[in-house]
């Protein structure tokens, strides 16, 4: 691991040490130390680099490499270097100025052999080693540093660990010999937090973030760029986007027939992550939420947005709307979908009432009627009688859809009389209406006796069974609402 190091430090100290040995200059601490050679300030990195070895030379310390090109913070920064010299076996002594940009160890050496730095904070400075014999040399140090900054909305209540991988510099694939990822637990992080990022070099890097579970399923995702510059420190904010794993219409606003709605109703939706908890922040795929309804007495809005019957959203921000116009519908289907995610449909079900007849409860004595029905009574004098009856129903009858009700006849099985709906004469004969006429003929009203059951129907699958009944005395109607 320590050679693995090695290479990538001498691969990037040509590219490093120029900048380095200008910041170190720099540094109130680094001019308490002996000064680095002019000549390594101006020039190509590779000369500087050339330079720097040349002084080690004169001074007879070698240091391999020569330079200190620190890339992150903790032990992913970890660089070791050799510090020998030719014909000589005693100790060097450390006489360290980078107490805030590197953590150096050990602090001497009792003969030749490495020493080993991690990486604090960005920043250049310089380690300054000596012999018995008054030789010194000088490793100049920096530390290029990368930081992810994670917001709220990228953190769930499942996610445990962050992944920061290094994807590209300059548009190529990183240098061999680079630690390109660096995973941090997020222990107590919920309301956002900065992670270390992995070793990054001076370019232009590209990164990708992942944030898992406790069983490694990433639960957001998110890419970011910027400039890296030696020394410096760079902290990048990712725009995230979570993955969704089930959706659903938990609840619909409660709705009757006939009871428009004021304003349009926020939906419950139920949009979770692979652990089950609910998605804050935008969504890796919108969600779309359909509606079927062909009567199209529903609609569906985002916001101020024209209503429509199909929206998507975004993120967890917004806010998916229903109108309803309280027409008397059935059960209308709803889907709501995330890509190729996950899918659900429900069902929008506005109570409907009862389709109602104006008779009047019935006075009478005869007993003919069933419990709770309505009746009408006729003397037995002779002559043509005749019953009018108006039937409403919410959400049907009335403005603005003005619709209309159908009827059937047929046998009614009740009162213990003969069904016989040919006693009965029902305007309109055939046809739709809201008002209807039901008589019998004169010369029906002696000797006869019948019963014929009237079902109208009317919005939504509703039905009310009128019961028509002509006894030895009397001429009747018997209404019940039937669901």
């Known amino acids: 691991m320590i050679a693995f190091t090695t290479r990538a430090a001498r691969l990037l100290g040509g590219l490093l040490v120029a900048a380095a040995v200008a910041a170190c200059a720099a540094s109130p601490t680094s001019r308490a130390l002996p000064s680095a050679p002019a000549a390594a300030v101006a020039g190509s990195p590779g000369r500087a680099t050339a330079r720097a070895r040349a002084t080690n030379a004169r001074s007879a310390i070698q240091l391999d490499p020569a330079v200190a090109a620190l890339l992150g913070t903790g032990p992913i920064s970890r660089l070791a270097v050799v510090v020998r010299e030719p014909g000589y076996s005693g100790g060097f002594t450390l006489r360290s100025g980078c107490a805030k940009v590197a953590r150096v160890t050990p602090p001497s050496l009792a003969k030749a052999g490495r020493i080993t730095l991690f990486g604090l904070h960005a920043g250049a400075c310089a380690l300054t080693i000596g012999d018995a014999d008054g030789h010194t040399t000088m490793l100049h140090v920096s530390d290029t540093v990368v930081s992810i900054a994670l917001g709220a909305d990228a953190i769930s209540p499942g996610s445990k660990t962050v992944t920061v991988t290094l994807s590209d510099v300059n548009g190529k694939p990183p240098a061999k010999g680079l630690r390109t990822t660096q995973t941090s637990l997020l222990g107590t992080c919920t309301a956002g937090c900065t992670l270390p990022g992995p070793q990054a070099p001076p370019g232009y890097d590209r990164f990708t973030v992942a944030v898992n579970d406790a069983k490694a399923h990433v639960l957001a995702y998110g890419k970011v760029a910027g400039r890296v510059r030696v020394a410096q420190p760079l902290n990048l904010t990712p725009r995230t986007v979570k993955y969704i794993a089930s959706v659903a219409i938990a609840s619909f606003p409660p709705a009757a027939a006939g009871t428009p709605f004021a304003s349009p109703q926020p939906l419950a939706l139920a949009i979770d992550d692979i652990d089950g908890n609910p998605i804050v922040g935008t969504y890796a795929s919108p969600v779309l939420v359909s509606d079927s309804d062909t009567t199209h007495s529903t609609s569906l809005s985002v916001g101020t947005a024209k209503a429509s019957d199909s929206v998507a959203i975004a993120n967890s921000t917004q806010v998916v709307n229903l109108s309803y116009d309280g027409f008397a519908i059935a ?25 109602l007849t104006d008779a009047a409860q019935s006075t009478g004595a005869d007993g003919q009627g069933p419990s709770g029905a309505y009746e009408l009574d006729f003397p037995t004098a002779g002559g043509a009688y005749s ?42 004969a055939s046809g739709t209406a809201t008002t209807y ?21 009317g919005g939504a699958g509703q039905q009310t069974k009128v019961y028509l009944t002509l006894g030895y005395t009397n001429f009747s109607i018997h209404a019940i609402p039937r669901p």
Not at 331 to 355: D, H, K, R, V
Not at 437 to 457: E, F, K, R, W, Y
């Open 331 to 355: 059960p209308q289907s709803f889907g709501i979908s995330a890509g190729g995610y996950a899918s659900n449909t429900a069902s929008f079900a506005p109570s409907l009432g009862a389709i």
């Open 387 to 428: 019953a009018t009856v108006h039937v409403t129903q919410p959400g049907w009858s009335e403005a603005p859809f003005s619709k209309t009700f159908t009827y059937t006849q047929g046998d009614a099985g009740i009162l213990g009389d003969a069904d016989n709906c040919a006693l009965f004469s029902i305007s309109p």
């Open 437 to 457: 006429v039901v008589s019998i003929p004169a010369n029906d009203q002696v000797n006869a006796s019948g019963a014929c059951l009237m079902t109208i129907g």
